[in-house]
């Protein structure tokens, strides 16, 4: 079973561009949730999808950000314009479906690497 | 408001030793903990869960981990460490504030160091 991949795996683009990241979910994950790292610090939540329906984006940092699953299958997160405070490794994780789904561990993906200069 | 604190950016342990690396959480009501472990240039993988039952938790390689509720922790242990357990451990918690999501809070992450 093919895990949840994530691409680019290295992105560096300059002040102000656009950048745009992309997450395939493990087939018939439901669940698919956005994280950040920044700079060594701990990993934060962006967003979550059930399906192509935002469940929770509480953790967008501001309307920058724009995230989008259509069809429930594999989600884009948009960054524009970026910013230098956007670097850090951006994680996609998807977990099975369902209310029980929510307390199943979530598959995480590699990572993208943004580096904004 | 919910957290988790991993105390160590760094635990150093000789191969063949006892490794623990320590987590405290701080959340209303009961717990959804969990640790992940990230080797270089991989993602973070799952090793093991506490939603309920057992204070004593087994995962993957090896590795336990113990849940206690009086001293709100959740400490990551093994027996007997191995070179190749040296990577970058997160503990988290499901953030249950938030209603109907498995949002996750997360430590800052310890890294493990394994010497021969």
């Known amino acids: 079973e093919a895990g949840v991949t994530q691409f680019p795996s290295h992105s560096v683009i300059e002040k102000g561009q656009t950048v745009t990241l992309r997450c395939d979910p493990i087939?018939?994950?439901?669940?698919l949730y956005w994280y950040r790292r920044v700079m060594g610090k701990e990993i934060k939540f962006l967003l979550h999808?059930?399906?192509?329906?935002?469940?929770?984006e509480s953790g967008m940092p501001n309307n920058r950000f724009l995230a989008e699953r259509t069809g429930g299958t594999y989600s884009t997160l948009k960054v524009q314009p970026a910013e230098l405070e956007d670097s850090g490794v951006y994680f996609c994780?998807?977990?099975?479906?369902?209310?029980?789904?929510?307390?199943?561990?979530?598959?995480f993906g590699p990572g993208t690497r943004l580096t904004v200069l | 408001a919910q957290s988790v604190a991993q105390p160590e950016d760094q635990v150093n342990v000789a191969e063949g030793n006892p490794l623990t690396v320590k987590c405290t959480y701080s959340?209303?009501?009961?717990?959804?903990l969990f640790w992940y472990v990230q080797y270089p240039n991989r993602g973070l993988q799952f090793l093991l869960k506490?939603?309920?039952?057992?204070?004593l938790v087994k995962g993957s390689y090896g590795f336990e981990a113990e849940f206690n509720k009086s001293q709100t922790s959740f400490h990551l242990k093994k027996p007997s460490a191995l070179v190749s357990d040296s990577a970058l451990y997160f503990c988290?918690?499901?953030?249950?504030?938030?209603?109907?999501?498995?949002?996750?809070?997360f430590g800052q992450g310890t890294t493990l160091q394994v010497k021969p």
């Open positions: 994780a998807s977990s099975q479906e369902g209310w029980a789904g929510q307390n199943n561990e979530q598959f």
């Open positions: 087939s018939g994950h439901d669940n």
């Open positions: 999808f059930v399906k192509e329906s935002k469940q929770d």
């Open positions: 959340v209303s009501g009961n717990p959804y």
């Open positions: 506490y939603i309920t039952g057992d204070n």
């Open positions: 988290a918690v499901r953030d249950i504030l938030s209603g109907n999501t498995g949002k996750l809070i």
